[in-house]
């Protein structure tokens, strides 16, 4: 079972405000994701990362960054939050050299509302 | 062109009987990785099966079987004896390859509805 916990769960923020989204996984995966997805529509990578201090774009540009200072723990930063970003966040990540058994395993996911 | 096609965007069944959800892929790969996930409206994202490419027999988890037909690049997702907690979107997925920077590739879904 996954081991993979997003905070917070529900966010509704003003325009202009800076938020951190968090993201935390115990499975020792190396590797981690970003995804951004709007209800019911398809999954797009805005962020990757292969180990520490290792961070890609996706392939969904976005405004957002990203860091990865400790394995366990990859943050999802928004310096300047826009409706335009309101949107379902979700987290993954899988286990570094499984070849095309490489599953990811997912978080609960964070709503975040920008008004 | 696409590398995941799901092509129902949405589906009913009644509780009790069998639901097909379709997939179909693209890759030139021998070796890849085809995933099911499932996503209630919660919003989470619930690793459900997976079929390697090199794997002959169809993958089967509970309730969840793969029919996976090489030849033809799909990936179809069947669920046996539908239950009403089974209603949410279902996402077909993809790993090409055998290197560490493969992507991971997602269809764009397929709601499905099951009525009592």
């Known amino acids: 079972e996954a081991d993979i916990y997003q905070t917070p769960r529900y966010l509704v923020i003003g325009t202009g405000k800076k938020i951190t989204l968090e993201c935390s996984q115990t499975m020792g995966h190396d590797k981690m994701y970003w995804y951004q997805q709007d209800p019911g529509m398809e999954l797009h990578l805005i962020h990757y990362s292969y180990g520490v201090n290792s961070t890609e774009k996706g392939d969904l540009s976005s405004e957002s960054t990203v860091s990865r200072i400790r394995t366990e723990h990859f943050p999802l930063t928004l310096e300047s939050a826009r409706p335009s970003h309101t949107s379902q966040y979700l987290c993954?990540?899988?286990?570094?050299?499984?070849?095309?058994?490489?599953?990811?395993?997912f978080g609960p996911g964070t709503r975040l509302l920008v008004l | 062109a696409q590398k995941i096609t799901q092509t129902q965007p949405g589906m009913f069944v009644q509780e009790k009987e069998a639901v097909t959800l379709d997939c179909t892929y693209d890759t030139s790969d021998q070796s890849y990785g085809l995933f099911w996930y499932k996503q209630p409206s919660s919003g989470e994202m619930i690793f459900l099966i997976y079929q390697g490419s090199y794997d002959e027999q169809n993958a089967t988890e509970g309730r969840y079987s793969l029919n996976f037909q090489k030849a033809r690049k799909s990936a179809n997702l069947v669920i046996s004896a539908s239950q009403l907690g089974d209603s949410a979107m279902y996402f077909c997925a993809m790993r090409e390859g055998r290197y560490n920077f493969n992507k991971f590739y997602f269809g764009s879904g397929t709601k499905l509805n099951v009525k009592p």
């Open positions: 993954a990540s899988s286990e570094y050299d499984r070849g095309p058994a490489e599953t990811q395993y």
